[in-house]
């Protein structure tokens, strides 16, 4: 055998996974036909979120006066896409180098190029074979695409966002989950026209429905147009045609449901009725040796998780047993406020039959958040009723991304109200709401 490993994609699920496994003595390549750093470092996740981060600052400058700064003209404040996308590339390219110095640092061979699987254990790419005892799928996904009817709307790939030289007035953005809801915020936070159109079954699906709740109030209130009931269907005289709807585009942005990237196989993978490459519990293909991880097997499509499960196929290859736990894993979305998930949703509780409590508190009463002068949103805490087990928490605020990793902690070790009580949080932080929705759970917040 050539390898003791070939890795098949470069984003976060396969370069992770490669890079542990050189650091457990694994002979390994990493085969990638576009992208080192897959979508994620190179046109979702980072630059999504260079580009959302920009427009909040866009955004605050709405409130230099009341943190006393004056003299600053606000009709002559403008976003200038140009500046911010050379910002997002440098922050981009700088990631892309790390991961490349870190693939070379741990003995990754890097092929450019298409890969086939073949028979026994072999691996094509672009006509040289190459072999290994143990191959990963890491190919991603993709948004599905619009309908031909849509063929003349003026549409942009997310992959191509970054091409555009300016942004027009009147934007539409099609999806039903996260991403979508982040880039018509991004838009309206510049200045745009915005209309985010999503198919009511599954808008927000796996989201807990108080939060679906929030989240549609907070797009309603901050003037997004938000359409239910129908995809984009037609495209005529500048405006897309959505149901009964007629909505001035004059740019059409495909945030649509994923779709997995599957590469060519003398074995024909089986497929899951959602066309995912399908595995068992520890990620094995109908394929001998092969294994699928990430966005291609379907069963979860951020990049924590992928990485996760990389990091879990080579131990397992390694001979490092465990299952994979889905429980204690954020769902994050990175708009303006921010807002945070992890573990099991109200609705799952219920099925499951817990005797279970909900506590909230809000941002509006921890004075970190005042003197940021970002006081809007609240932690809700659900719990088990008879051991106080932490279930589920939920956190919509300016630092919900990060602060949801303790909650993860307190999920894992299966911690309990008391525990999140307990815990000491310095003064002032925006963390503080934690052992005030503890003690709210067994007793009194304090500060409420």
Not at 31 to 52: A, D, F, H
Not at 132 to 157: F, H, M, R, Y
Request: hydrophobic share 40%.
């Amino acid at each position: 055998m050539d390898y003791d490993l070939i890795i098949i994609g470069a984003g976060p699920a396969g370069y992770v996974a490669a890079i542990r496994a050189g650091q457990l003595g694994l002979k390994t390549a990493i085969v990638e036909k576009k992208y080192i750093g897959g979508m994620c470092l190179n046109w979702g996740c980072i630059p999504s979120k260079t580009i959302l981060e920009s427009a909040k600052v866009f955004e605050k400058t709405n409130q230099l006066s009341e943190f006393g700064i004056d003299g600053v003209d606000l009709e002559k404040l403008s976003f200038n896409w140009d500046t911010v996308k050379k910002r997002s590339k440098k922050i981009t390219t700088k990631l892309t180098a790390g991961v490349n110095f870190l693939l070379k640092k741990n003995g990754v061979e890097v092929i450019n190029g298409t890969a086939t699987i073949g028979n026994d254990k072999s691996v094509y790419v672009d006509g040289k074979k190459i072999t290994a005892e143990n191959i990963i799928v890491a190919t991603g996904s993709k948004p599905q695409k619009l309908d031909v009817k849509l063929e003349d709307a003026p549409k942009v790939e997310m992959e191509h966002l970054f091409d555009l030289k300016e942004i027009p007035d009147n934007v539409v953005v099609t999806g039903n989950h996260v991403s979508a809801v982040e880039m018509a915020q991004f838009f309206k936070l510049i200045g745009k026209k915005v209309t985010l159109v999503a198919n009511s079954e599954y808008f927000l699906h796996g989201i807990d429905k108080f939060l679906i709740d929030y989240i549609t109030k907070n797009i309603a209130s901050n003037g997004i147009d938000l359409i239910t009931d129908s995809y984009p269907s037609k495209y005529l005289e500048g405006k897309v045609i959505v149901g009964d709807k007629k909505v001035k585009c004059e740019l059409l942005v495909n945030c649509n449901s994923r779709k997995a990237i599957i590469p060519e196989s003398e074995t024909p993978f089986e497929l899951t009725e959602r066309g995912f490459i399908k595995t068992d519990k520890q990620f094995k293909t109908n394929i001998p040796g092969v294994y699928v991880i990430g966005d291609a097997a379907g069963k979860s499509f951020v990049a924590h998780m992928a990485s996760a499960q990389g990091i879990h196929v080579v131990n397992s290859i390694k001979g490092i047993k465990a299952s994979f736990d889905y429980s204690t894993y954020p769902i994050n979305m990175y708009t303006s406020p921010e807002i945070s998930q992890i573990g099991m949703t109200e609705e799952m509780i219920k099925e499951e039959g817990y005797e279970y409590k909900v506590n909230q508190f809000p941002l509006s009463a921890n004075a970190k958040a005042l003197i940021e002068g970002s006081s809007e949103g609240f932690i809700r805490m659900l719990s088990e009723k008879k051991h106080g087990q932490v279930l589920g928490v939920q956190i919509v605020g300016k630092h919900a991304t990060d602060m949801i990793a303790e909650a993860g902690a307190y999920m894992k070790v299966e911690g309990t109200i008391y525990d999140v009580a307990n815990t000491i949080h310095a003064h002032p932080t925006v963390s503080e709401i934690y052992f005030e929705v503890g003690f709210d759970a067994f007793d009194k917040a304090i500060h409420m």
